[in-house]
T-cell receptor, first 112, second 110 residues
Framework: DTAVSQTPKYLVTQMGNDKSIKCEQN?????MYWYKQDSKKFLKIMFS???????INETVPNRFSPKSPDKAHLNLHINSLELGDSAVYFC???????????FGPGTRLTVT | DAKTTQPPSMDCAEGRAANLPCNHSTISGNEYVYWYRQIHSQGPQYIIHGLKNNETNEMASLIITEDRKSSTLILPHATLRDTAVYYC???????????FGTGTSLTVIP
């Protein structure tokens, strides 16, 4: 079974639309993360949740809203998509706030 | 943000040991050294981490200098599947964030 899974793998949408990316981990971890990797391959953290509580919120437009219905899921909702949102989004999880992180396969978002 | 310096690229012959260096001269006493790699288009993969002592697992060995200002990741017998970008990261044990720099692009040559 995949430890950290994301859906969809690819997402192509038009500017102005609202979309969601789902993430699930079956590792029993307490902490989950969202990262963004842009076209220059820089990988940067966006959000972190620990036991469903937001603990990191980097400088990210408020069009991005994470939602954690339970410890195993951390979804990313994006409103009013812009061209600059095109990137690969990775979900990750760790046992606790200090542990090594395990990443999902990524979701490639293309905004046209 | 990144506190480490790595060469941008390296080549290694298949079957030989790949030695990837990392400088972290400003590392604090409680910060660990982590290594991750990212194979093309996949999510980053945890490799190994350490504080002071050398560490070894089924994937690699981590050699940390006595002053802890630099380290080397060793892949003992590189294969073509080890071609990837390797990231060296320092982080406090309670820190939430991994700051991924630009890493080292390792190419294993047949």
């Amino acid at each position: 079974d995949t430890a950290v899974s994301q859906t969809p793998k690819y997402l192509v949408t038009q500017m102005g639309n609202d979309k969601s990316i789902k993430c699930e981990q079956n590792l029993g971890h307490d902490t989950m993360y969202w990262y963004k990797q842009d076209s220059k391959k820089f990988l940067k953290i966006m959000f972190s949740y620990n036991n469903k509580e937001l603990i990191i919120n980097e400088t990210v437009p408020n069009r991005f809203s994470p939602k954690s219905p339970d410890k195993a899921h951390l979804n990313l909702h994006i409103n009013s998509l812009e061209l600059g949102d095109s990137a690969v989004y990775f979900c990750a999880s760790s046992q606790d706030r200090g542990g090594e992180q395990y990443f999902g396969p990524g979701t490639r978002l293309t905004v046209t | 943000d990144a506190k480490t310096t790595q060469p941008p690229s390296m080549d290694c012959a298949e079957g030989r040991a790949a030695n990837l260096p990392c400088n972290h001269s400003t590392i604090s006493g409680n910060e660990y050294v982590y290594w991750y790699r990212q194979i093309h288009s996949q999510g980053p993969q945890y490799i190994i981490h350490g504080l002071k002592n050398n560490e070894t697992n089924e994937m690699a060995s981590l050699i940390i200098t006595e002053d802890r200002k630099s380290s080397t990741l060793i892949l003992p017998h590189a294969t073509l599947r080890d071609t990837a970008v390797y990231y060296c990261i320092v982080r406090e044990p309670t820190g939430n964030q991994f700051y991924f720099g630009t890493g080292t692009s390792l190419t294993v040559i047949p």
